[in-house]
């Protein structure tokens, strides 16, 4: 069973791309009034230290933030920007959380900076060490999720996507062997919940983002296809045997058994290479 994406990898970050493309094309020019309800935005944060999406005329909010508050924003600031960021709501119509931030990065300044910082993986770990996790999962209804930025089963899978695209995941284990402990531990709380989690595929695609790359490069996940076309860094690659271990009885593979192969696989990895 191949994923669709081995198949349709080009024809997906078009279609995303072009979707960017449609959004910054779709701006209008600011009236006088939208100008200046971005300079009391900008006046705002100068006087309290934060910044807020301003509300345009029309009821649309102004996402673009001015270049010279940009510049002096804190790495900890724009994390809180992404995630209030009107476009995170629309993360769900997205088939894998990695297109959604091809996508977002492209029509968002405030994380394409913040990705694009030196050493901002360090905030991005301070941030995610501060969830514990005990809180990586919760039932609270979408409909409630209003402040993403002190959601914190949000803001958690939000951070490991991030740490998977500033980094090589690899790096992490060199460097930061603590940090594949947690994600390890973090993702397991995650199936162990997962019929309780209401942002499960979302937050388990971001714990295979940083997850899948490692086992792969270790040797521990195949890297191509039986047929030698080579699978997305993200993609598990299932045929054969692995899929018949996986499958149930009437032959069907779910996300929650490869995710319970993928961690239990993980924890091997951490045993050989890491303890």
Known sequence: MKSIRKNLPLLMLTLVLCTACQDKNAESVPSD???????????????TGEYNFPTNEDGTIDTTIPDDVLLLLSNQELIRLVLLHPRVDSLSYYNTID???????????????????DGVENTLIEEYFSIPVSQVASNLPRSQYIDKNNARDFKNFFLEAMLAIVNEPIYY??????????????FRK???????TTFY?????????????????????????????????????????????????????????????????????????ID
């Open 33 to 47: 009034k939208d100008v200046s309800t971005r300079s009391e935005a900008i006046d705002n944060y100068y006087q």
């Open 99 to 117: 297109l959604f931030f091809v996508s977002f990065r492209s029509t968002f300044n405030g994380l394409d900076y913040l990705l694009s910082k």
């Open 173 to 186: 284990a060199s460097q930061k062997p603590e940090l594949l402990r947690l994600v390890h531990d973090k």
């Open 190 to 196: 995650k199936v162990e919940l997962a019929h309780e």
């Open 201 to 273: 595929y979302e937050s388990s695609d971001a714990s295979r983002m940083f997850i899948i790359p490692i086992l792969k490069q270790s040797g521990l996940l195949e890297e191509h296809y039986e047929d030698g076309g080579e699978a997305l860094p993200y993609d598990l690659v299932l045929e054969g045997a692995l899929e018949e271990a996986l499958a149930s009885p009437d032959g069907v593979v779910t996300r929650l058994a490869e995710d319970r192969y993928i961690v239990d696989l993980f924890a091997q990895y951490i045993e050989m290479y």
